[in-house]
């Protein structure tokens, strides 16, 4: 099967109440991992491109890793842009092969982010490529980025409609109190997401794919199991899986997570050279990170998305 847009699968997904698991890949143990575990249980996917994870990794490296997974797996697989900043940056990921491109225009005024947003739909839709664009301002880290509580700001449902309407855009991040990296509350704070906001876009928007950023649930098993082994991770708390489960059942069709992917990985790494202190072949320790992402996409998968044997 060759690469899909995102169309087919958040029109399923918006009708059957469930989301599909976008995950943030960086090299071949996390494609596999993740690919994997989504082949067991028949889910579609959505694997996504950072631009760290393209600097660090190289474009045409994470293509065909993609591409190789394709191969091992019969399923609707998405290769999708994440925070895309520029329309350079898009056009780059366009023109090299992605299916799915989002245009992150949140940090400009309205007005310059519909602008920004729409000559990336335009360049896009010529090439048969879907757009995420993104309304409202999410706190936490993405690359160097650091978005402090107080910078960040709720989506505004009122916006919504002429933000979809004037760019064209074919998916829409929104802020409901998510946010990026692992320490998402503070210590002794009550996780909480504005499903007041979810609903009233939903209302706004009939039949149109929302998503959700920084929804990584922050394990707390991984955190504990990398503390264990010599990290020192400070209160890490993210989204509790019921409400994330809750969104899916809305209209959240696709939910992006990284910062577990990477809390399970060092988990693995972590415990098995304190296991075995000798060890310095990579493949030994990069088997158990391998194995530990299946099984937390398998778990996402399940209890989290609702998206098994849905391809
Ligand atoms: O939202 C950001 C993702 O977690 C990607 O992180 O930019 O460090 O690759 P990155
Ligand atoms: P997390 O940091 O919660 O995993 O969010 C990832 C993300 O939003 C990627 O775009
Ligand atoms: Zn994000």
């Given at each position: 099967?060759?690469l899909?847009t995102?169309?087919?699968?958040?029109?399923k997904?918006?009708?059957?109440?469930?989301?599909?698991?976008?995950?943030?890949?960086?090299?071949?143990?996390?494609?596999q991992?993740?690919?994997e575990?989504?082949?067991?249980?028949?889910?579609?996917?959505?694997?996504q491109?950072?631009?760290?994870?393209?600097?660090?990794?190289r474009?045409?490296?994470?293509?065909?890793?993609?591409?190789?997974?394709?191969?091992e797996?019969?399923?609707?697989?998405a290769?999708h842009?994440?925070?895309?900043?520029?329309?350079?940056?898009?056009?780059?990921?366009?023109?090299?092969?992605f299916?799915?491109?989002?245009?992150?225009?949140?940090k400009?005024?309205f007005e310059?982010?519909?602008?920004?947003?729409?000559?990336?739909v335009?360049?896009?839709?010529?090439?048969?490529?879907v757009?995420?664009?993104e309304?409202?301002k999410?706190?936490?880290i993405?690359d160097d980025?650091?978005v402090?509580a107080?910078?960040a700001?709720?989506?505004?449902?009122?916006e919504?409609e002429?933000?979809?309407?004037r760019?064209?855009?074919?998916?829409?991040?929104?802020?409901?109190?998510?946010?990026?990296?692992?320490?998402?509350?503070?210590?002794?704070?009550k996780p909480?997401?504005?499903f007041?906001?979810?609903?009233?876009?939903?209302?706004?928007?009939?039949?149109?794919?929302?998503?959700?950023?920084?929804?990584?649930?922050?394990?707390?098993?991984?955190?504990?199991t990398?503390?264990?082994?010599?990290?020192?991770l400070?209160?890490a708390?993210?989204?509790?899986?019921?409400?994330?489960?809750?969104?899916?059942?809305m209209?959240?069709c696709?939910?992006?997570?990284d910062?577990?992917?990477r809390l399970?990985?060092?988990?693995?790494?972590?415990?098995y050279m304190?296991?075995?202190?000798?060890?310095?072949d990579?493949?030994?320790?990069?088997?158990?990170?391998?194995?530990?992402?299946?099984?937390?996409v398998?778990?996402?998968?399940?209890?989290?998305?609702?998206?098994?044997?849905?391809?």
């Amino acid at each position: 099967m060759a690469l899909v847009t995102t169309t087919e699968m958040f029109k399923k997904a918006y009708e059957g109440g469930y989301a599909i698991g976008a995950f943030n890949v960086n090299n071949m143990e996390i494609v596999q991992g993740i690919a994997e575990a989504a082949a067991e249980l028949q889910a579609p996917l959505i694997l996504q491109v950072s631009a760290g994870a393209r600097k660090y990794a190289r474009h045409n490296y994470l293509v065909k890793l993609v591409e190789a997974a394709l191969l091992e797996c019969d399923l609707p697989i998405a290769l999708h842009l994440d925070h895309g900043d520029t329309f350079e940056l898009c056009k780059s990921c366009i023109d090299g092969g992605f299916t799915s491109v989002m245009i992150d225009g949140s940090k400009h005024s309205f007005e310059d982010n519909i602008k920004l947003t729409k000559q990336v739909v335009e360049y896009a839709h010529e090439h048969g490529v879907v757009v995420e664009g993104e309304l409202g301002k999410l706190a936490g880290i993405e690359d160097d980025v650091n978005v402090s509580a107080e910078d960040a700001s709720y989506t505004r449902p009122e916006e919504v409609e002429e933000f979809v309407s004037r760019t064209g855009v074919d998916s829409l991040a929104i802020a409901i109190g998510t946010s990026h990296g692992a320490y998402k509350f503070k210590p002794g704070q009550k996780p909480q997401l504005k499903f007041d906001i979810l609903e009233e876009v939903e209302k706004r928007l009939p039949n149109f794919p929302i998503v959700l950023h920084g929804a990584s649930s922050v394990i707390p098993e991984y955190v504990q199991t990398i503390n264990a082994n010599g990290g020192a991770l400070k209160d890490a708390i993210g989204i509790p899986e019921d409400m994330l489960r809750k969104a899916a059942s809305m209209a959240v069709c696709k939910i992006n997570i990284d910062s577990d992917l990477r809390l399970a990985m060092t988990a693995g790494i972590r415990e098995y050279m304190t296991a075995h202190p000798d060890a310095f072949d990579p493949r030994q320790y990069l088997t158990p990170a391998r194995d530990n992402i299946k099984a937390l996409v398998k778990h996402k998968i399940v209890n989290v998305l609702g998206c098994d044997h849905k391809a």
